[in-house]
């Protein structure tokens, strides 16, 4: 089988960029859909790693924050999770699944992960959470404002093993979705 053109792998980018963007713009002025438009945004950054492109996949992901910036009007706030771990993540997934074949390996890629994900959970706590929803930390349930870290460290780590373990399922459906395209 030949080898796909590089025009093919700038067209394939350039629709995941222009969904993604679409998404994360669309989930900064919903405020219900933020969490929506960054998934709908992984799926789309998705789409070039699964014909292995990843420098594609890497500049849609540039471009899809450069736009949603620009479309957003300069609030950092609403992307920069997206900017921190969400776009980048799927392609981490995708350099662990080709490269990485030792299993001690993959459970040290997956706390490195992991340790990433709860920081970047808590800069999205202290930077997008507080300000833009107004939760106040002080009128929040006591529980969690005692042991905020725990929380997040814990759970954060319990979540993020759901979370990528789902991921990977996905970044298969849409390997298998975009092997029917015949290029």
Same mark, same amino acid.
């Given at each position: 089988?030949?080898?796909? %053109?590089? *025009?093919?792998?700038?067209?394939? *980018?350039?629709?995941?960029?222009? /969904?993604? !963007?679409?998404? @994360?713009? +669309?989930?900064?002025?919903?405020?219900?859909?933020?969490?929506?438009?960054?998934? &709908?945004?992984?799926?789309? +950054?998705?789409?070039? @790693? %699964?014909?292995?492109?990843?420098?594609?996949?890497?500049?849609?992901?540039?471009?899809? *924050?450069?736009?949603?910036?620009?479309?957003?009007? #300069?609030?950092? #706030?609403?992307?920069?999770? #997206? +900017? /921190?771990?969400?776009?980048?993540?799927?392609?981490?997934?995708?350099? =662990?699944? $080709?490269? /990485?074949?030792?299993? *001690?390996?993959?459970?040290?890629?997956?706390?490195?992960?992991?340790?990433?994900?709860?920081?970047?959970?808590?800069?999205?706590?202290?930077?997008?959470?507080?300000?833009?929803?107004?939760?106040? %930390?002080?009128?929040?349930?006591? &529980?969690?404002? =005692?042991?905020?870290? #725990?929380? @997040?460290?814990?759970?954060?780590?319990?979540?993020?093993?759901?979370?990528?373990?789902? +991921?990977? @399922?996905?970044?298969? %459906?849409?390997?298998? !979705? /975009?092997? $029917?395209? $015949?290029?």
């Amino acid at each position: 089988m030949k080898r796909p %053109s590089q *025009s093919f792998e700038i067209a394939l *980018s350039a629709i995941a960029c222009a /969904v993604a !963007a679409v998404s @994360l713009t +669309l989930g900064s002025y919903v405020d219900f859909l933020l969490a929506a438009g960054y998934l &709908f945004a992984i799926f789309a +950054l998705m789409v070039p @790693l %699964s014909k292995d492109y990843l420098w594609g996949s890497l500049l849609a992901f540039v471009g899809a *924050s450069l736009l949603a910036f620009l479309f957003c009007g #300069f609030a950092i #706030f609403q992307v920069l999770p #997206f +900017l /921190v771990f969400f776009g980048l993540h799927p392609m981490l997934n995708w350099l =662990q699944s $080709r490269y /990485v074949k030792k299993f *001690s390996l993959q459970v040290l890629c997956f706390f490195v992960k992991a340790l990433w994900f709860d920081l970047a959970m808590w800069l999205m706590w202290a930077v997008v959470l507080v300000p833009i929803f107004g939760i106040e %930390s002080a009128t929040w349930y006591p &529980f969690v404002v =005692q042991y905020f870290y #725990f929380v @997040l460290f814990i759970g954060g780590t319990v979540f993020f093993a759901a979370y990528d373990y789902m +991921l990977f @399922l996905c970044q298969r %459906s849409v390997n298998l !979705a /975009v092997k $029917r395209i $015949r290029r």
